[in-house]
């Protein structure tokens, strides 16, 4: 039998390569595409099948061995990103306003804008996986909107066929409160376990498993509500922590030594 979400939980890897003491790579494998390049909603081999995902899947793969000096540096190191990024989300706050127009009048969400705003989202995630979102990985994020399958951060939302037109005029604003609220708090929480990890990084060259995966829950959260507010979808976030490498409902990276 499949087994069961759970609401909160931390899962502590302990996969280490035979005779290095480095923590294996924790892969987080990303729901597949068909064959005209839409995300397929069925879990992959292993999942869970009574578990319904968010149409938003954000993964992440701890990513040893890691620096134990760039976290000092990184938020030099990604300045470039930064400034791209700036006039990107530039870009994605006047076409989500486009797409509310678009939706109220006739209930889809223009595919071209939802890829663009999809590809920032996803851009974003990476550079935060990177610096000071999670400190996840030492692998410089590409410069690109494009889904880049070897990279250890991931993110993906899955297209609606149909949306809601009096919901768009309501959830980005009404709606979304009670989230903003949360992720509001939430916030300053992985503010605080970043430091922790990274600060543990810097002292011992290790990522403490427990503060990597309740890192990654918390972005998940958020990145939900950034979806969900920027009308991606109509499935309200739910009020839950998925911590963890992957979403709930896939399966788990298995221990392995060799």
């Not at 081999?45 to 990184?74: C, F, H, M, V």
């Not at 939302?157 to 768009?168: D, I, K, N, T």
Request: net charge positive; with cysteine; proline share 9%.
């Amino acid at each position: 039998m499949g087994r069961q979400p759970i609401p909160i939980a931390v899962r502590l890897a302990t996969d280490v390569r035979a005779g290095t003491g480095i923590p294996a790579r924790r892969e987080a494998p990303c729901r597949r595409r068909r064959a005209d390049g839409t995300l397929d909603a069925s879990p992959e081999p292993g999942a869970s099948p009574t578990n319904s995902s968010y149409p938003l899947q954000l993964e992440g793969s701890l990513d040893p061995p890691l620096s134990r000096w760039q976290p000092l540096i990184k938020w030099l190191t990604a300045i470039p990103h930064v400034i791209v990024l700036f006039f990107l989300w530039i870009a994605y706050a006047v076409l989500s306003v486009a797409a509310l127009f678009a939706i109220a009048a006739t209930g889809r969400y223009p595919r071209a804008i939802f890829d663009f705003n999809v590809g920032v989202l996803r851009w974003t995630w990476r550079v935060g996986f990177y610096s000071y979102s999670a400190l996840g990985t030492d692998r410089y994020p590409p410069f690109t909107l494009r889904d880049v399958p070897d990279y250890p951060a991931r993110l993906e939302v899955e297209y609606p066929e149909s949306l809601s037109r009096g919901q768009a005029l309501v959830k980005w604003w009404l709606l979304a409160l009670p989230q903003y609220l949360i992720i509001a708090a939430l916030a300053t929480v992985r503010g605080v376990l970043v430091f922790v990890a990274g600060a543990v990084l810097v002292l011992t060259g290790r990522y403490p498993d427990t503060l990597f995966d309740l890192t990654l829950g918390l972005e998940r959260w958020t990145y939900r509500v950034v979806a969900y507010a920027s009308l991606m979808t109509d499935a309200y976030p739910p009020f839950r922590l998925d911590a963890g490498a992957t979403e709930p409902g896939q399966a788990a990276p298995a221990a392995s030594l060799a």
